[in-house]
């Protein structure tokens, strides 16, 4: 079962950059279409943005700021976060683009400020 540990959270003001990072465990992680997703207080869990064999997808209000990329030989992805709205507010984890999914991990919060 692959692991997944996501990083690079934190607090910033509305306008501001965070570039998230998630590690994963094995291999088999470089193999998969990978993705991030988001969860605000009191809401599901929504798709954020995937990556597969290069191509990427990301839902409509987070594109032209975010940008997914991933390192094959480090089995790791990111997403780079910039023009941060308040309404991006949640905690964000990395996982498989389709089911069945990995464990989830522990996310990384995300705050953005008014």
């Known amino acids: 079962q692959v692991q997944l540990v996501e990083s690079g959270g934190g607090l910033v003001q509305a306008g501001g950059s965070l570039r998230l990072s998630c590690a994963a465990s094995?291999?088999?992680?470089?193999?998969?279409?990978v993705g991030w997703f988001r969860q605000a207080p009191g809401k599901q869990r929504e798709f954020v943005a995937s990556?597969?064999?290069?191509?990427?997808d990301y839902r409509d209000s987070v594109k032209g700021r975010f940008t997914i990329s991933r390192d094959n030989a480090k089995n790791a992805v990111y997403l780079q976060m910039n023009s941060l709205k308040p309404e991006d507010t949640a905690v964000y984890y990395c996982?498989?683009?389709?089911?069945?999914?990995?464990?989830w991990g522990q996310g990384t919060q995300v705050t953005v400020s008014s």
């Open positions: 996982n498989k683009r389709w089911e069945p999914r990995w464990s």
């Open positions: 094995e291999y088999s992680f470089s193999l998969n279409s």
């Open positions: 990556i597969t064999s290069g191509i990427t």
